[in-house]
């Protein structure tokens, strides 16, 4: 049997790195080794240099609301790298017919606010406005259990507020197909809204979600890093130099011997652990398990990834011939076409595209990932030019392009996930040690894969007091 360990993480994106960094502040006098498959560290945060523009492979933002981000950047003295989104065009756009109507980035100061901005915007007929008004006056849903967002917000606003608004905006999030989305795993305070209050306006505005008429909301906080995301993963590396680094370094199968985890390994060695992190997407973790707990494997198995292709393409900026005012826009499934959103990174974040240049990063729909991957990254870039070309009127060759795909891109929640992530933890209890972290499971965005890898770290050295600073906040 090869080397023995306290603590072994599996995964090294950034939930594992911060399973595994945390996990050394409450054992700083014991091997803790962290196994990665892939030759580098960071998982889905990946950024690239190249002729002189900084490009995101994988994710482009951290939301700092979410406390977790802002300790672990503060923990690790990364304040003064945070580059925030330039509040100036804090503006988003949702294409319908072919034009771009004007919505606020993030919540406006107001309900009343919220709401005139959506009339300005056009984007929904007087029908469909007067239809969303309506949510007010309808009875809640009694019946317990949840339902997809689609169901959801159909039923409550009417399929016109869901399609047009709804939809985008969910699916710029999760990626995917929106419509299969659990309510109570992507947005739960809405249907505890609808319970308690009788209905989403209802909540909305009795709840003090609501900032009141006048008053200034509080300013969306997006950002990334100085050099870009992939700065978080080396920070995190460099203070795991005390931990047992294994790169290139995949666990293929977990078993249990004597009290004790063994791992085999893609290199043909093993390693012996007291306990276990498995930090992977679900899917890679259940076939660890496989041998070691069958119905475990199983529930692991069920939740899926939607694939991710991301092209940053670049213009000269006088050849584009004018500018944009928003952080971009998004394309609902209803107007068709290959592309779901596209972002103007030189309007977010300006300090990554050489002077008299523009960076555009357009998502790409699920469906057509897939097709457009496998037709080469020529196809991807044309369908993206001729978005382009048709919504912002761009007609000049690109001055760079890049096309990164991600098989299993983010972790779609389905239906019922809350109820299948509490029986992984209940049959987790079977096997004493064994814990699991990452975006399959509590939260896909980087600030709550932070806090899972927190979370599993602090249940595996049997500690949950706060590490970071006196008050810890709640891991979701
Ligand atoms: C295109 C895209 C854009 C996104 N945009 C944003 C954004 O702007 N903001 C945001 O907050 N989030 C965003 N996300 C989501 C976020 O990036 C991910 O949810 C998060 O990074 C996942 O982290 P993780 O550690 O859970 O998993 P991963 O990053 O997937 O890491 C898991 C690691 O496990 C390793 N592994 C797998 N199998 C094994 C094995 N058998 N043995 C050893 N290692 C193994 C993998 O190689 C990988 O490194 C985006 C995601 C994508 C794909």
């Not at 357009?362 to 919504?391: D, F, H, I, W």
Request: proline share 6%.
């Amino acid at each position: 049997m090869g080397a023995e360990v306290t603590l072994a993480v599996v995964g090294g994106g950034i939930a594992g790195l911060a399973a595994a960094y945390r996990a050394l502040e409450h054992l700083p006098a014991h091997r803790i080794a962290l196994l990665e498959r892939e030759a580098k560290l960071g998982g889905k945060i990946r950024t690239e240099q190249s002729d002189g523009f900084l490009l995101e492979a994988g994710p482009d933002s951290l939301a700092l609301s979410n406390p977790w981000a802002a300790a672990l950047c503060r923990d690790l003295g990364l304040q003064e790298e945070l580059r925030f989104a330039k509040p100036e065009f804090a503006r988003l756009y949702i294409k319908r017919d072919g034009r771009l109507h004007p919505l606020p980035w993030g919540i406006a100061a107001s309900l009343q606010e919220t709401l005139r901005a959506l009339v300005k915007s056009e984007l929904l007929s007087t029908a469909g406005l007067l239809r969303a008004a309506c949510e007010y006056f309808l009875p809640p849903r009694r019946e317990p259990g949840d339902e997809s967002i689609a169901n959801f917000f159909s039923r409550r606003f009417g399929g016109e507020f869901y399609r047009w608004l709804v939809e985008p905006l969910a699916a710029g999030i999760y990626g995917g197909n929106a419509p299969e989305l659990s309510l109570e795993a992507a947005l739960p305070e809405l249907r505890k809204m609808e319970l308690h209050y009788g209905s989403v306006l209802g909540g909305l505005l009795w709840s003090g979600v609501d900032h009141g008429a006048g008053r200034s909301a509080p300013a969306p906080r997006i950002a990334t890093l100085k050099g870009g995301l992939e700065r978080l993963v080396k920070a995190l590396e460099q203070r795991l130099r005390g931990t047992v680094l294994l790169n290139s370094t995949g666990v293929t199968r977990l078993v249990r011997r004597e009290g004790r985890y063994a791992l085999f390994l893609t290199n043909g060695g093993s390693l012996t652990a007291d306990a276990v992190v498995l930090a992977t997407p679900a899917p890679a973790a259940a076939a660890m398990v496989e041998d070691l707990d069958p119905a475990l494997a199983d529930l692991l198995r069920t939740i899926r990834f939607a694939p991710s292709v991301v092209v940053s393409v670049a213009f000269h900026e006088e050849r584009i011939g004018h500018g944009f005012d928003g952080y971009g826009y998004l394309c609902p499934r209803a107007e068709g076409g290959p592309v779901r959103a596209v972002t103007w990174m030189s309007n977010k974040f300006p300090d990554r595209t050489p002077a008299g240049a523009v960076l555009i990063r357009a998502s790409m729909r699920e469906p057509c990932s897939e097709s457009l991957e496998a037709r080469g990254g020529e196809l991807v870039l044309r369908a993206v030019l001729a978005e382009l070309r048709g919504t912002l009127g761009i007609r000049s060759e690109p001055l760079f392009w890049r096309v990164h795909y991600w098989d299993r891109g983010i972790a779609q929640y389905a239906p019922g996930h809350r109820g299948k992530t509490k029986l992984i933890r209940e049959r987790l209890l079977h096997h004493p040690g064994l814990y699991v972290a990452g975006s399959s499971y509590d939260g896909v965005g980087i600030p709550y894969c932070i806090a899972s890898g927190f979370r599993a770290a602090d249940e595996a050295c049997g500690d949950r007091e706060p590490v970071l600073g006196r008050s810890t906040p709640p891991y979701s």
